[in-house]
């Protein structure tokens, strides 16, 4: 089983900047993906952005131009640059690693914008 640990979370005003971190315990074999969720209370969780082995990402059209995802291979990690921060970016952020045999999550790191 593969542990993803996360960092990086806190609190900032309304247009700061954070950047998520998120570290395997173990290298993953491609072809995987590597993603951001978050969750606020009482709703689902939600795809923030993904970046696939082959360098691919995309990103939910309210953080587009705002969000940056990247990731290391050796190791295995991601990151998540979060500029312009809006207090509805407000949320626990979760790291998530899919492959064809493992799909591990983070234990998620609250990120907290205040207006």
């Known amino acids: 089983q593969v542990q993803l640990v996360e960092s990086g979370g806190g609190l900032v005003q309304a247009g700061g900047s954070l950047t998520l971190s998120c570290a395997a315990s173990a290298v993953i074999s491609k072809p995987y993906t590597r993603a951001w969720y978050r969750q606020v209370p009482g709703k689902q969780r939600e795809l923030v952005a993904s970046l696939t082995s082959d360098g691919t990402s995309n990103y939910v059209d309210s953080v587009k131009g705002r969000f940056t995802i990247s990731g290391d291979n050796f190791p295995s990690s991601v990151f998540l640059q979060m500029d312009r921060l809006e207090p509805e970016d407000t949320a626990v952020y979760y790291c998530?690693?899919?492959?064809?045999?493992?799909?591990?999550w983070g234990q998620g790191a609250q990120v907290t914008v205040s207006s």
């Open positions: 998530n690693f899919k492959s064809l045999t493992i799909e591990s």
